[in-house]
């Protein structure tokens, strides 16, 4: 492999020249991945004037002129893609077999509300520990470390013998889970510049619609011919070839590791929470996040009891709701870069609002009307995180996207976590086994995207200007 100087085009592109045209130019090296800042300085003089009509502009503009883009970027996004599928899946997992616990464990709602709510507790904990030091080290052997460590704690989730075992490993799964999310979006926000995140997020975020259409079903069914264990082992096996491809295919990301850039833990507090637009981003996400799982950890309880739904036909659920969220994901994604996060995150959040009050009332109804019901929920209500996690992610400068992630991560599973279990607090069980009180958690969700709605216009973002640097094979 020889080494190759990236043109002074896209050097100028990846120096972080922003709308005014100011910055230094830096030129990137790659060997086998690893990418390397070889030198900086001003730009240099401006080149001649391209012709004016759009046919002899594209005859004078050489090929590295076109806009900088990481070689084999999609393998690499669909790696973080898997590694947010596993555990998303070993998250997700828990809700529909939530059925299934509460009969074999004899717990009711509040019960099963706190194991989910353990998870991201401990997540959120972890999260916010991890914040102090994640940026001293390279991404990707973080990556990698946590990784293992939620292989360990997945599998030790699928040998525990009662509901106390099993709340611990939930507890040790989150800890380690709860990072890895807040660091794969670090890594897709340092590879990837703002102007076509929104697009890279929507196919690492498409791992929660591939966990509905292929992760949960599966699991169920191997749930239903084998036991509530068998999911666990195997996503801990499948995990393992993640964690192999992973190795191989993430490059080293250590530039936000320089020396000289690390903070002490208050510094570090000050650097991410004395910022007014860091703290409206966390708030943004989350009541966000509060909008969603106040409903989704009891929606298959409430379908199963409430609405008539047999526990088979679950996974038929999740399948379309996820399939069509999966096609939708890429177009909202796109259309996010095209005419802004912000514009079509109030779309979203708007029409959502139907589909949330909607399956939040359902009365006992055949399943053909169930499934596409509930499709306009998971196109519509998940739907609104790709744009929200493209507009946070550039709320921030890129020395402390890091922290700020691992904070975000911590923060989203502190919301997720009060939201699961306030709305355990809110519904009940009636004695004929049917939930109660799930339509006012419908409101509660109505309430929170309303107040998103108000949030998402006090976010600036502060790095429209900087794009990934290129890397020049």
């Given at each position: 492999m020889?080494?190759?100087?990236?043109s002074?085009?896209?050097?100028?592109?990846?120096?972080?020249?922003?709308?005014?045209?100011?910055?230094?130019?830096?030129?990137?090296l790659?060997?086998?991945?690893s990418?390397?800042?070889?030198?900086s300085?001003?730009?240099?003089?401006?080149?001649?004037?391209?012709?004016?009509?759009?046919?002899?502009?594209?005859?004078?503009?050489?090929p590295?002129?076109?806009?900088?883009?990481?070689?084999?970027?999609?393998?690499l996004?669909?790696?973080?893609?898997?590694?947010?599928?596993t555990?998303?899946?070993?998250?997700?997992?828990?809700m529909p077999?939530?059925?299934?616990?509460?009969?074999?464990?004899?717990?009711?709602?509040?019960?099963?509300?706190?194991?989910?709510?353990?998870?991201t507790?401990a997540a959120?904990?972890?999260?916010?520990?991890?914040?102090?030091?994640?940026?001293?080290?390279?991404?990707?052997?973080?990556?990698?470390?946590?990784?293992?460590?939620?292989?360990?704690?997945?599998?030790?989730?699928?040998?525990?013998?009662?509901?106390?075992?099993?709340?611990?490993?939930?507890?040790?799964?989150?800890?380690?889970?709860?990072?890895?999310?807040?660091?794969?979006?670090?890594?897709?926000?340092?590879?990837?510049?703002?102007?076509?995140?929104?697009?890279?997020?929507?196919?690492?975020?498409?791992?929660?619609?591939l966990?509905a259409?292929?992760?949960?079903?599966l699991?169920?069914?191997?749930?239903?011919?084998?036991?509530?264990?068998?999911?666990?082992?195997?996503?801990?096996?499948?995990?393992?070839?993640?964690?192999?491809?992973?190795?191989?295919?993430?490059?080293?990301?250590a530039?936000h590791?320089?020396?000289g850039?690390?903070?002490?833990?208050?510094?570090q507090?000050?650097?991410?929470?004395?910022?007014?637009?860091?703290?409206?981003?966390?708030?943004?996400?989350?009541?966000?996040?509060?909008?969603?799982?106040?409903?989704?950890p009891?929606l298959?309880?409430?379908?199963?009891?409430?609405?008539?739904?047999?526990?088979?036909?679950?996974?038929?659920?999740?399948?379309?709701?996820?399939?069509?969220s999966?096609?939708t994901?890429?177009?909202?994604?796109?259309?996010?870069?095209?005419?802004?996060?912000?514009?079509?995150?109030?779309?979203?959040?708007?029409?959502?609002?139907?589909?949330?009050?909607?399956?939040?009332?359902?009365?006992?109804l055949?399943?053909?009307?169930?499934?596409?019901?509930?499709?306009?929920?998971?196109?519509?209500?998940?739907?609104?995180?790709?744009?929200?996690?493209?507009?946070?992610?550039?709320?921030?400068?890129?020395r402390?996207?890091?922290?700020?992630?691992?904070?975000?991560?911590?923060?989203q599973?502190?919301?997720?976590?009060i939201?699961?279990?306030?709305?355990?607090?809110?519904?009940?069980?009636?004695?004929?086994?049917?939930?109660t009180?799930?339509?006012?958690?419908?409101?509660?969700?109505?309430?929170?995207?309303?107040?998103?709605?108000?949030?998402?216009?006090?976010?600036?973002v502060?790095?429209?200007?900087?794009?990934?640097?290129?890397?020049?094979?």
């Open positions: 020889r080494w190759r100087l990236a002074c085009d896209n050097a100028l592109s990846a120096g972080g020249l922003g709308e005014g045209g100011a910055g230094p130019a830096r030129a990137i790659i060997d086998c991945g990418v390397v800042v070889a030198g300085g001003s730009a240099p003089d401006s080149p001649d004037p391209l012709p004016a009509s759009p046919a002899a502009r594209r005859a004078a503009t050489p590295s002129a076109a806009p900088p883009r990481v070689p084999r970027e999609l393998p996004l669909l790696t973080l893609a898997a590694v947010q599928f555990h998303v899946v070993d998250f997700m997992i828990m077999l939530g059925p299934q616990f509460m009969r074999l464990f004899a717990i009711g709602p509040q019960q099963f509300g706190f194991m989910v709510s353990a998870y507790f959120a904990a972890s999260g916010f520990v991890a914040a102090f030091w994640i940026d001293r080290f390279d991404r990707r052997r973080a990556l990698l470390g946590l990784y293992a460590g939620f292989i360990g704690a997945t599998a030790l989730c699928g040998i525990a013998p009662d509901y106390p075992l099993l709340l611990m490993a939930r507890i040790v799964a989150g800890m380690f889970g709860g990072i890895l999310g807040g660091l794969v979006f670090a890594i897709v926000a340092d590879l990837v510049p703002y102007a076509r995140r929104a697009t890279a997020t929507a196919v690492v975020a498409a791992a929660f619609s966990s259409v292929a992760g949960v079903p699991s169920l069914s191997i749930a239903a011919q084998f036991s509530w264990r068998a999911p666990f082992l195997a996503l801990a096996a499948l995990s393992v070839v993640v964690g192999l491809a992973a190795m191989r295919l993430i490059p080293p990301l530039a590791a320089a020396p850039t690390r903070r002490r833990p208050l510094n507090l000050r650097a991410i929470f004395g910022v007014g637009n860091h703290r409206r981003a966390f708030a943004f996400m989350t009541v966000l996040m509060c909008s969603v799982f106040a409903i989704v009891f298959a309880a409430y379908n199963v009891a409430n609405v008539g739904v047999a526990e088979a036909d679950l996974a038929m659920i999740y399948f379309a709701g996820g399939a069509a999966l096609v994901a890429q177009v909202i994604g796109r259309l996010a870069d095209r005419y802004g996060k912000q514009r079509l995150f109030t779309i979203l959040a708007l029409i959502s609002i139907g589909p949330i009050l909607v399956i939040t009332h359902l009365p006992p055949p399943l053909s009307w169930v499934v596409p019901l509930s499709v306009l929920f998971f196109v519509f209500v998940p739907g609104r995180f790709g744009p929200a996690a493209a507009l946070v992610s550039g709320s921030v400068e890129p402390l996207r890091g922290s700020f992630m691992s904070f975000n991560a911590s923060i599973q502190l919301a997720s976590g939201a699961s279990l306030t709305a355990g607090l809110i519904i009940g069980r009636a004695p004929d086994g049917t939930l009180h799930f339509g006012a958690v419908g409101w509660l969700s109505v309430g929170c995207t309303l107040c998103c709605l108000w949030l998402v216009r006090r976010i600036r502060v790095d429209v200007g900087a794009a990934a640097a290129p890397l020049v094979p």
